[in-house]
């Protein structure tokens, strides 16, 4: 079952517009991962934020995470064309055995129009 | 440096015949894994690995069989392809430092089952 949630599924914005995307979860998490994706390529790790972090920046990102509303949000300033993509959330679980696994949302759509 | 190499890129099978995907790479990351993704769905764990002889379960692994014999190799083998497992395909490997578990993914091997 997936532990990510994406919201929205698709988001279509203007070049220079902000983009927000939302991510819940079900369980506790050690950490939670943003990840990218171009059309027809593999996915490509953005940002990491620990469970004892609330707020996280690289770039033109930032990442916030709420563990008691179990909920993180990926905020992409000044978009670019370039930006268009699906994004996914991914979830840092350990299973059984003990060793962390990651498990992945259903992706957010965005287009970024010129 | 290549990171992460899955070939084929794309394979059309009939149903009932066997195949292995194959995945490499040369980062010496103890850890690895095989994600298919399909529409709608997100990304699925189907199995991992934490080193050269030792693999787990993950979320979806009926119909595939894995093995770790070297550190760099870890290959997914269908052995009675289904139309349900057309789908694509992806390989990720980690480090698993400091906790964490960021990946590298290939690019990919998209699978058709007839």
């Known amino acids: 079952s997936q532990q990510g949630e994406e919201d929205p599924q698709a988001l279509s914005i203007q070049e220079g517009e902000n983009a927000t995307m939302n991510c819940s979860y079900k369980?506790?998490?050690?950490?939670l991962q943003w990840y990218r994706q171009n059309s027809g390529r593999g996915l490509v790790h953005l940002i990491l934020?620990?469970?004892?972090?609330r707020e996280k920046h690289s770039g033109r990102l930032r990442v916030t995470l709420d563990t008691s509303k179990k909920s993180s949000s990926l905020l992409i300033t000044a978009s670019r064309a370039a930006d268009t993509a699906s994004y996914f959330c991914a979830t840092d679980a350990r299973p059984r055995s003990g060793y962390s696994t990651l498990t992945f949302g259903k992706g957010t759509m965005l287009l970024v129009s010129p | 440096n290549a990171g992460v190499t899955q070939t084929p890129k794309f394979q059309v099978l009939k149903t009932g015949q066997s195949m292995t995907l194959q995945c490499a790479q040369d980062m010496n990351h103890e850890y690895m894994s095989w994600y298919r993704q399909d529409p709608g769905m997100g990304l699925r764990l189907i199995h991992y690995?934490?080193?050269?002889?030792?693999?787990d379960q993950g979320e979806v692994p009926n119909g595939y069989n894995v093995s770790r014999s070297t550190t760099e190799d870890f290959p997914l083998r269908l052995l009675s392809a289904a139309p349900s497992q057309t789908s694509v395909y992806f390989c990720a490997s980690s480090q698993q430092g400091a906790g964490a578990n960021v990946l590298t993914f290939g690019a990919g091997s998209r699978l058709t089952v007839l």
């Open positions: 690995s934490v080193g050269a002889g030792i693999t």
């Open positions: 369980t506790s998490i050690n950490n």
């Open positions: 934020i620990r469970s004892n972090e």
